[in-house]
């Protein structure tokens, strides 16, 4: 990586020419793939880290939703997850979306949405009451959600089970 640097800091020191501009594009097109490789990398050779992150995000997720905090606080955010797992939320979220398919705020979506569903079949919660307990400050945003998540709206899953 530093003899793409000296490369780079070569040919800005060069008198310009027609070949100079292409020639600095291609070296920091290097080392940003060098850069790439290396960000990827990561993720390969900590698998073991990984699962644990992703342990322990599903526990926070499931705390939270048991807890009083989504009436108190809302909905839990990325960011929220990320101060809990000591990350980023950019890698937090590209750490998921490696290891599940789902990126931060899906999880986050998926594990509403699956909470959400144990509610409708197991008490008599109406929905608006239900989409507050889960941190919705608006129930019809919790009835778009499940409805794009599961293909029917809440009132449609609890008669349909």
């Given at each position: 990586m530093q003899d793409i640097?000296?490369?780079i800091d070569a040919e800005l020191?060069?008198?310009i020419d027609k070949?100079?501009?292409a020639l600095i594009v291609s070296n920091i097109e290097l080392l940003l793939n060098y850069c790439t490789r290396y960000y990827d990398r990561q993720?390969?050779?900590r698998k073991l880290v990984n699962k644990?992150?992703?342990a322990r995000v599903e526990k926070e997720l499931q705390e939270y939703l048991h807890s009083s905090l989504p009436g108190e606080k809302g909905l839990p955010t990325v960011k929220f997850l990320a101060d809990k797992m000591y990350l980023s939320?950019?890698?937090l979220s590209d750490l998921l979306k490696r290891e599940t398919g789902m990126n931060a705020q899906d999880r986050i979506h998926y594990y509403l949405i699956e909470e959400a569903k144990n509610m409708l079949l197991n008490s008599n919660?109406?929905?608006s009451d239900?989409?507050?307990s889960l941190g919705f400050g608006y129930p019809q945003y919790f009835s778009r959600l499940f409805k794009s998540k599961t293909g029917m709206t809440p009132v449609e899953y609890r008669n349909m089970n």
């Open positions: 640097v000296q490369k020191l060069e008198n070949h100079s501009q993720f390969i050779t644990d992150i992703l939320s950019n890698y919660k109406s929905v239900l989409a507050y």
